[in-house]
């Protein structure tokens, strides 16, 4: 085979597997979008099915000084959207047999003093895609599955909530 040939059949192969790598990184987009949304079957997680609510931290913070219990109970079982501007992006190590997660940590606008952490599902490179366009002072909308654990001071003006299976869009409505 002459060099010229080899040089176009060499070519065709990069774009291909280049083209087979963007086809790949759409379908474990369209994935990573899918489970998302679906929640997670297995674990019996619909709470990803349900239409997300808008809501505020402070919001929550004030059901959960008022009774923690039924706090959980109202805002567990739905899938929520706040909007917080990015203190840190950053990426958890996963545990033995767990994925990494890449994580945001927010402050809530109009409570500076209400801190929320959003975690993705998993690690894939469509969520490191998703999380290496934000830095901090970006405002954002967090959609997302409350985790178990909430922290509310007694007085209700500080609080942390983490978020999982979270999703993020930069927020571009007038301050």
């Not at 008022?66 to 950053?90: F, H, M, P, S």
Request: charged share 25%; net charge positive; glycine share 8%.
């Amino acid at each position: 085979m002459n060099t010229k040939k080899k040089y176009t059949a060499a070519t065709l192969l990069i774009a291909a597997l280049l083209g087979g790598c963007t086809s790949m990184d759409g379908a474990m987009s369209s994935t990573s979008d899918f489970l998302d949304t679906t929640g997670d079957v297995l674990s019996g997680d619909f709470r990803g099915l349900t239409a997300a609510q808008r809501t505020t931290m402070t919001e929550m913070a004030v059901d959960w000084k008022q009774n923690e219990n039924n706090a959980k109970k109202k805002w567990d079982e739905r899938r929520l959207v706040v909007t917080g501007i990015v203190t840190r992006v950053t990426h958890s190590d996963g545990f033995v047999g767990k994925p990494g997660k890449y994580v945001i940590v927010f402050k809530e606008p109009s409570n500076p003093k209400c801190i929320g952490v959003a975690t993705t599902r998993d690690d894939l490179m469509v969520n490191d895609k998703r999380t290496s366009v934000y830095k901090t002072g970006d405002r954002i909308d967090v959609t997302g599955v409350l985790q178990t654990r909430a922290d509310v001071n007694s007085d209700g003006a500080a609080c942390h909530f983490a978020f999982e299976h979270a999703s993020f869009a930069l927020n571009t409505a007038p301050r």
